[in-house]
């Protein structure tokens, strides 16, 4: 099976900060990965898919890259509705995983 | 606009059995594929099962195999999760979640998950 580790696991940032949380695969998936922003008590939203191709309906300010086994999330610049957690997945074969998740709090 | 609700959760004994359902709306519920994902009390996500949208495909995560059982019914829009052998690791709040596709492994919509209990 395919491991994702996320880091860092928890960060802390002020609004207009500018955040990156980096997912490594065990395996090249080549561009085969998700991001997901879950806020408490909420479903989670999917962002980004094919590791850099923006969902519809998700801020300009989410943006996504890499390729193989090395991918990061930014956020450009933080917005309060922005503190949550952030999960990669890959998508390259089954089993499907998760990276443990990345928790965004408030500085 | 897609809804998906899903029922069936409470509480069962180790060694128990629970059928979860997914009733989803606002979408052509038989091109897509469908797949379960879990989360445990202040856990992370884990991704449990996937059936293609006609049903000729199933996956299983390695925790689940050969005790879980996707299906779905495109008649009645409605996928499935037969869970057998129970065990109280599989406490957790099981969610249905549409595939962007057929089979591309994203999730694009979700439900709000039904919690499933395994205790004694």
């Given at each position: 099976?395919?491991?994702?580790?996320?880091?860092?696991?928890?960060?802390?940032?002020?609004?207009?900060?500018?955040?990156?949380?980096?997912?490594?695969?065990?395996?090249?998936?080549?561009?085969?990965?998700a991001?997901y922003?879950?806020?408490?008590?909420?479903a989670p939203k999917l962002?980004?898919y094919?590791?850099?191709?923006?969902q519809s309906?998700?801020?300009?300010?989410?943006?996504?890259?890499?390729?193989?086994?090395?991918?990061?999330?930014?956020?450009?610049?933080?917005?309060?509705?922005?503190?949550?957690?952030?999960?990669?997945q890959?998508v390259?074969?089954?089993?499907l995983?998760?990276?443990?998740?990345?928790?965004?709090?408030?500085? | 606009q897609v809804q998906l609700v899903e029922?069936?959760?409470?509480?069962?004994?180790?060694?128990?059995?629970?059928?979860?359902?997914c009733a989803a709306s606002g979408f052509t519920f038989s091109g897509y594929g469908m797949h379960w994902v879990?989360?445990?009390?202040?856990?992370?996500?884990?991704w449990v099962a996937f059936i293609r949208y006609?049903?000729?495909?199933?996956?299983?995560?390695?925790?689940?195999?050969?005790?879980?059982?996707v299906?779905r019914?495109n008649?009645?829009n409605t996928v499935?999760?037969?869970?057998?052998?129970?065990?109280?690791?599989?406490?957790?709040?099981?969610s249905c979640a549409k595939d962007k596709g057929s089979s591309t492994g994203s999730f694009d919509y979700w439900g709000q998950g039904?919690?499933?209990?395994?205790?004694?």
């Open positions: 099976d395919i491991q994702l580790t996320q880091s860092p696991s928890f960060l802390s940032a002020s609004v207009g900060d500018r955040v990156t949380i980096t997912c490594r695969a065990s395996q090249g998936i080549s561009s085969y990965l991001w922003q879950q806020q408490p008590g909420k962002l980004i094919t590791a850099s191709t923006l309906g998700v801020p300009s300010r989410f943006s996504g890259s890499g390729s193989g086994t090395e991918f990061t999330l930014t956020i450009s610049s933080l917005q309060p509705e922005d503190f949550a957690t952030y999960y990669c890959q390259d074969s089954y089993p995983t998760f990276g443990g998740g990345t928790k965004v709090e408030i500085k | 029922s069936g959760g409470g509480v069962v004994q180790p060694g128990g059995s629970l059928t979860l359902s879990r989360q445990a009390p202040d856990k992370g996500l884990e006609d049903a000729s495909n199933k996956y299983y995560g390695d925790s689940v195999k050969g005790r879980f059982t299906s019914d008649a009645k499935y999760l037969q869970m057998n052998n129970l065990g109280t690791a599989d406490t957790a709040v099981y039904t919690l499933v209990t395994v205790s004694s």
